[in-house]
């Protein structure tokens, strides 16, 4: 017998969604309406950059697949109070990062490294390995950052939100956003100066 | 204050952009789990309106009995006209009486009709799946949980069955292959409204 065809979800159109915010706004609007396939086109564009901030503020992929998931029951649930005025964005974030907070809060960060990619079982070419090594200092050096330090730089730069959005998204004064993603990359900064140095030591 | 975006936190900012993999398992489980919220909402709308129609019902008798407690003391009290005033007693005569006996055989009606309606009846599911490990039913029913109702194969035909206590009406459901395959009902019509952008299947239970 052959195998069903593996699930796929299925879009309110023949293309594929692009991030236009025009289109962004129609499927909101249609999903607000009870369009479910509008609804899943949002989750199917909005899911890989949700899991990938709740990888670098949680740093374990079960309780970031966990906070995605209770994310988007969230939004479906809020979705009637969403105004429009509001960037949509910032308020999925807000959503994201209450939850990434709460989750954080409860379950204080244990020591695994961010599952990127897939890291091989035996040693490769010297530049993989320089990828992965690279990649695993970024996470180890995020990981030490104070939880609004490292929500603000993801926020900043991982995600490019503007000060005012992020400020929408997290409830904090633009300045304070400005100083903590400052206190961020100096922290990165040190710590991977540090590392490297001490490596080479 | 500006970003100050150097090379190092260019870098820093580059390999963290790095999208996961994403699992396709999961993104369907977070379509699952809204889709369970949404008949989680369903189902609370129901039970309050539900509320509503017996508070309104009981509230339309207990209405009735009073007008009829008026009725009968203002016929009783009318034989001393010097007592009661004339206008009271007239207005309210012919509504009593008219509303008043089919307020709480109506109230028993629905909640007979309510009772016959949450009987639940054995309705058996079966899918053709001779390679597959693992089959589960979602649904309206059980409220799209992959875990609560499991199916079980027949080695000898490769048929997986579960019989389910289902409420009369129309029903919304879909095969769960593996833990990561969703798939409807091929022997029984597609749902016109896909759930999620998923394919569902329609069954009617206790009608012809």
């Not at chain 1, 079960?62 to 906070?67: H, K, M, Q, V």
């Not at chain 2, 005033?85 to 055989?105: F, R, W």
């Not at chain 2, 054995?122 to 992959?146: C, E, I, K, M």
Request: hydrophobic content about 45%; aromatic content about 6%.
């Amino acid at each position: 017998m052959s195998r069903p065809p593996a699930l796929q979800l299925i879009r309110p159109s023949a293309e594929a969604p692009s991030s236009g915010s025009a289109e962004r706004s129609l499927l909101v609007r249609s999903a607000q309406a009870g369009d479910v396939r509008a609804f899943a086109a949002l989750v199917d564009m909005y899911y890989a950059r949700c899991l990938r901030f709740a990888l670098h503020m949680l740093s374990n992929r079960s309780d970031a697949e966990e906070a995605v998931q209770d994310t988007f029951v969230r939004v479906y649930r809020a979705l009637p109070s969403y105004v429009e005025q509001e960037s949509f964005e910032p308020w999925l974030f807000r959503i994201l990062a209450n939850r990434c907070r709460s989750a954080g809060s409860r379950e204080r960060r244990r020591a695994e490294f961010v599952e990127f990619g897939e890291v091989p079982d035996r040693a490769s070419d010297h530049r993989h390995d320089d990828a992965i090594a690279w990649r695993e200092e970024i996470a180890l050096a995020l990981a030490t950052l104070p939880t609004e330090q490292r929500e603000a730089f993801l926020l900043r730069h991982v995600e490019d939100l503007s000060y005012d959005d992020m400020s929408a998204a997290t409830g904090a004064g633009v300045s304070a956003l400005k100083m903590r993603v400052k206190r961020a990359c100096d922290a990165l900064r040190s710590w991977l100066t540090e590392e490297r140095n001490g490596r080479r030591d | 204050m500006d970003d100050e975006t150097d090379e190092t936190i260019t870098r820093i900012a580059a390999a963290l952009r790095q999208l996961p993999a994403a699992d396709p398992a999961h993104k369907a489980q977070v379509l699952v789990a809204v889709a369970a919220e949404r008949e989680r909402a369903r189902e609370a709308r129901m039970r309050a309106a539900r509320r509503w129609r017996l508070a309104g019902s009981i509230g339309a008798a207990a209405a009735a009995a009073l007008v009829l407690f008026v009725w009968r003391r203002d016929g009783a009290t009318s034989r001393v006209p010097a007592e009661t005033p004339a206008g009271a007693a007239t207005q309210s005569t012919p509504a009593s009486a008219s509303v008043s006996s089919p307020a709480p055989a109506m109230g028993t009606q629905l909640a007979a009709r309510d009772a016959g309606a949450v009987a639940p009846l054995p309705v058996q599911l079966v899918l053709r799946a001779p390679a597959a490990h693992r089959v589960s039913v979602v649904g309206d029913f059980n409220g799209w949980d992959t875990h609560a109702n499991t199916l079980n194969r027949d080695p000898a035909s490769g048929l997986w069955s579960a019989t389910v206590a289902l409420r009369p009406g129309r029903h919304v459901y879909a095969f769960i292959v593996d833990d990561s395959v969703w798939m409807r009902d091929p022997r029984m019509p597609q749902s016109r409204d896909a759930d999620f952008g998923r394919p569902g299947s329609v069954l009617l239970v206790g009608q012809p």
